[in-house]
């Protein structure tokens, strides 16, 4: 199956810095990532949609100055959370859409900040 | 606007049992997509099977088994004589296709725990 990676796995930071997270899609081609934050034993929520060579769509109440999104390339993408904070600690999730419309996710990032 | 439900939250089992997972979908589309995914433990979400609005012959895979009604808008999703590497949380997610961003709606999640 389709692979897809994404770095770092865990990240811990000081609140107020910024935290860059990769998606990679390593063996397709992605027009479209998607980003999704997942809390614990809890569903997974979507954040953002992620398209290459353009803007991301956000989901409604996420905001588009704190998670930045960038999909420069067919498959690369990346979410930077920026000036955070102890609330955005969660685990964050992205995927990679191939040609048949399956999403295939990536590990995962659990980014904490203290 | 869509939605999953996965009533069960937690199902516990012991090795060599079968177990059914729910998923109730809503939407408003003839076109669409399911989807189940499994998360172990490690975090990641691994693609099991994606299924079409029109196709609603059931099928298996090796222990896995998924069936698809429309009738009563549910696709279930059975894992037969399980073993301790099942144990993880399983998702069932909807796509409304092209026109909604093929964007996912995944439910609550099931866990699986399977005992020794």
């Known amino acids: 199956g389709a692979v897809v990676s994404q770095h770092p796995s865990r990240v811990i930071c000081k609140s107020g810095t910024s935290v860059k997270i990769e998606c990679r899609s390593l063996?397709?081609?992605?027009?479209?990532m998607f980003w999704y934050r997942q809390f614990p034993k809890k569903s997974l929520m979507l954040m953002a949609t992620?398209?290459?060579?353009?803007?991301?769509?956000?989901e409604q109440g996420v905001e588009k100055d704190k998670f930045l999104i960038n999909h420069a390339s067919l498959t690369l993408s990346t979410l930077t959370v920026t000036s955070a904070h102890p609330e955005d600690s969660s685990f964050y999730i992205c995927?990679?859409?191939?040609?048949?419309?399956?999403?295939?996710f990536g590990a995962g990032t659990r980014l904490s900040v203290l | 606007a869509q939605k999953v439900t996965q009533a069960q939250t937690e199902i516990s089992v012991v090795e060599k049992e079968d177990v059914t997972l729910d998923c109730v979908y809503e939407?408003?589309?003839?076109?669409?997509?399911l989807f189940w995914y499994k998360q172990p433990p490690s975090g990641e979400l691994v693609f099991l099977i994606r299924?079409?609005?029109?196709?609603?012959q059931n099928e298996i895979s090796g222990r896995y088994s998924w069936n698809f009604q429309k009738s009563t808008s549910s696709f279930n999703f059975t894992i037969t004589a399980s073993q301790v590497v099942d144990s993880a949380v399983y998702f069932c997610?909807?796509?409304?296709?092209?026109?909604?961003?093929?964007?996912?709606?995944f439910g609550g999640g099931t866990r699986v725990l399977v005992k020794p």
């Open positions: 995927s990679a859409r191939d040609v048949k419309n399956i999403q295939y």
């Open positions: 063996d397709f081609q992605a027009t479209t």
């Open positions: 992620s398209n290459e060579g353009s803007k991301a769509t956000y």
């Open positions: 939407t408003r589309d003839t076109t669409y997509y």
């Open positions: 299924r079409n609005s029109f196709d609603e």
């Open positions: 997610a909807l796509s409304e296709g092209r026109a909604a961003g093929n964007k996912l709606t």
